[in-house]
Nanobody, 121 residues
Framework: QVQLVESGGGLVQAGGSLRLSCAAS????????MGWYRQAPGKQRELVTD???????NYADSVKGRFTISRDNAKNTVYLQMNSLKPEDTAVYYC???????????????WGQGTQVTVSS
């Protein structure tokens, strides 16, 4: 079994910064894609950004130039540096990963428990 544990959420004023972390643990052979999604109240969960094991990144238009994703493959950890935060960034942020592992080396998708990010105006 694999677990994703997030940390780093909190309350920040508009224009401020936060850094989220997500560490994967368990029966892991490798992780292809790691990413961050968010869900605001009354809205659908949306992709914020993701990164491949080779370092290729993808960002939602709404966060380009403000958020930066990175990962440490040796630690199975992904980070999200969020700068110039806006009230509309307020949401629960979820870590997501495509993990290869287990007894039969299969690929499965996993979610973290979510961490709240609140940006006050």
């Amino acid at each position: 079994q694999v677990q994703l544990v997030e940390s780093g959420g909190g309350l920040v004023q508009a224009g401020g910064s936060l850094r989220l972390s997500c560490a994967a643990s368990g029966s892991i052979f490798g992780i292809s894609v790691m990413g961050w999604y968010r869900q605001a109240p009354g809205k659908q969960r949306e992709l914020v950004t993701d990164i491949t094991s080779g370092g290729t990144t993808n960002y939602a238009d709404s966060v380009k130039g403000r958020f930066t994703i990175s990962r440490d493959n040796a630690k199975n950890t992904v980070y999200l540096q969020m700068n110039s935060l806006k009230p509309e960034d307020t949401a629960v942020y979820y870590c997501n990963a495509d993990v290869i592992g287990g007894r039969f080396m299969t690929q499965r998708n996993y979610w973290g428990q979510g961490t709240q990010v609140t940006v006050s105006s």
